[in-house]
Nanobody, 114 residues
Framework: QVQLVESGGGLVQAGGSLRLSCAAS????????MDWYRQAPGKQRELVAV???????NYADSVKGRFTISRDNAKNTVYLQMNSLKPEDTASYYC????????WGQGTQVTVSS
């Protein structure tokens, strides 16, 4: 079955960096569009970054220039490099793909202290 397993979250000071990973299995990863979403307490889940099959990327305005999404098809893994983190980046971060239906990982918590 389809599985998405995130890792790499944690507590970091403002200005710091984290790299999230999402290990995928159960589907043809190399031909799947992969996304990262985040959800802060009391807020709606929002799209953070997208990477297409060909490697094209798109970002939410709030993270442009600070976050980078990438993929390693040999490892069936998608990454989110997060630099210059801000307290407002604090959220649970979720890996997502659509393969017949939507699939989500369990989420990884990112907390940025001021």
């Amino acid at each position: 079955q389809v599985q998405l397993v995130e890792s790499g979250g944690g507590l970091v000071q403002a200005g710091g960096s984290l790299r999230l990973s999402c290990a995928a299995s159960g589907f043809a990863f190399s031909v799947a569009v992969m996304d990262w979403y985040r959800q802060a307490p009391g807020k709606q889940r929002e799209l953070v970054a997208v990477i297409t099959i060909g490697g094209s990327t798109n970002y939410a305005d709030s993270v442009k220039g600070r976050f980078t999404i990438s993929r390693d098809n040999a490892k069936n893994t998608v990454y989110l490099q997060m630099n210059s983190l801000k307290p407002e980046d604090t959220a649970s971060y979720y890996c997502h793909t659509t393969f017949i239906r939507d699939y989500w990982g369990q989420g990884t918590q990112v907390t940025v202290s001021s």
